[in-house]
């Protein structure tokens, strides 16, 4: 393979990694590390228990996680590069479907509903975000990543991706913290001066956030059970994006486990596992997942589509 076929089978493989680990993750939403793992790991996909948000859907189905990614991925291409006002048509009409749709309503964050809600009011983009500090930027982050090749250019955009939706420091943080880690990836970036790159610029947003992901880092060799009752595994995203490096610190050559273990997490398992997934697919392309996953996605032809749309992009062969 050439190093550009190389190079485009890493865009393929973030896009589908975060797909199937949100897909595969929704099965444990909610749960706490001590119910799942009574329960036994979950490894492949599945429909979610009864009262969980994505009970409704079918096994291999992905959540608001993917969809988001997917419609950020989509401003991207079309306005050839990141436009916060396009973003939030998207988002707004998205949301407004989303709601109104009895399979897919409990799958929308606090954060998403109050910023869906006052976009439809015809409040600015600019005050429309939430303050609530949880992850939803950073669960659809990966694009941003993907699109632009210069870190700056990716730290810069993947803040103001964050604005429309979630306006805390510690959301933007953690939309910075992922997008700059799947350029690292995709990079081939050592481990070590991945961590370090993406603390340093998640901390000129939100210090805690920055600090926590070094932290996970540091926790990689120890007990997964003592690691996420130390590191959190909420929706906020001071625990789950460092949750989800943890994972990928773990298993840095090891994708399919890195998302069994974020899978199983507790808490917030489909956006561990989708941002876990977005790493490791960067980093190790589609070849990373097994052939059961990639088959049992939703729409994979679709994401695929995308992610070669936005390799174009980046490259900029159209």
């Not at 697919?281 to 992610?307: S, Y």
């Amino acid at each position: 393979m050439t190093d550009s076929g190389k190079l485009r089978d890493k865009y393929t493989g973030c896009m589908l990694g975060a797909a199937i680990g949100d897909a595969i993750g929704k099965q444990n939403e909610g749960l706490s590390r001590k119910d799942i793992l009574s329960n036994g790991y979950v490894k492949d996909y599945g429909k979610a228990p009864t009262g969980c948000p994505g009970d409704k859907l079918r096994a291999g189905d992905y959540t608001d996680d993917t969809e988001q990614m997917i419609l950020l991925a989509e401003s991207l291409i079309e306005c050839n590069g990141f436009d916060a006002g396009d973003f939030a048509e998207r988002m707004a009409q998205w949301g407004a479907d989303a709601l109104a749709d009895p399979a897919r309503k409990a799958l929308v964050g606090p954060s998403s509903s109050v910023a869906v809600a006052r976009l439809n009011s015809g409040i600015s983009w600019k005050n429309s975000g939430s303050s609530i500090p949880s992850c939803g930027s950073s669960m659809r982050a990966a694009p941003i990543g993907l699109f632009y090749t210069d870190l700056d250019e990716v730290e810069e955009n993947a803040a103001l991706s964050s604005i429309p939706t979630h306006n805390s420091s510690g959301a933007i943080a953690g939309a910075v913290g992922v997008a700059v880690g799947v350029r690292c990836a995709l990079d081939a970036m050592e481990r070590a001066d991945m961590i370090k790159e993406i603390c340093v610029r998640a901390s000129k947003y939100d210090e805690g956030i920055g600090k926590n992901i070094g932290y996970a880092f540091d926790l990689r060799d120890e007990d997964a059970d003592k690691v996420f009752e130390k590191l959190g595994t909420s929706y906020l995203a001071d625990e789950t994006v460092p949750s989800a490096f943890y994972c990928f610190s773990c298993y840095f050559d090891e994708p399919e486990k890195a998302i069994i273990e974020a899978v199983n997490a507790g808490g917030d398992t489909d956006s561990i596992a989708c941002i876990t997934g977005a790493l490791c697919g960067a980093r190790h392309g589609i070849d990373a997942f097994p052939e059961r996953w990639i088959k049992g996605l939703e729409n994979r032809d679709i994401v695929e589509h995308i992610a070669g749309k936005l390799f174009e992009k980046s490259l900029g062969m159209n």
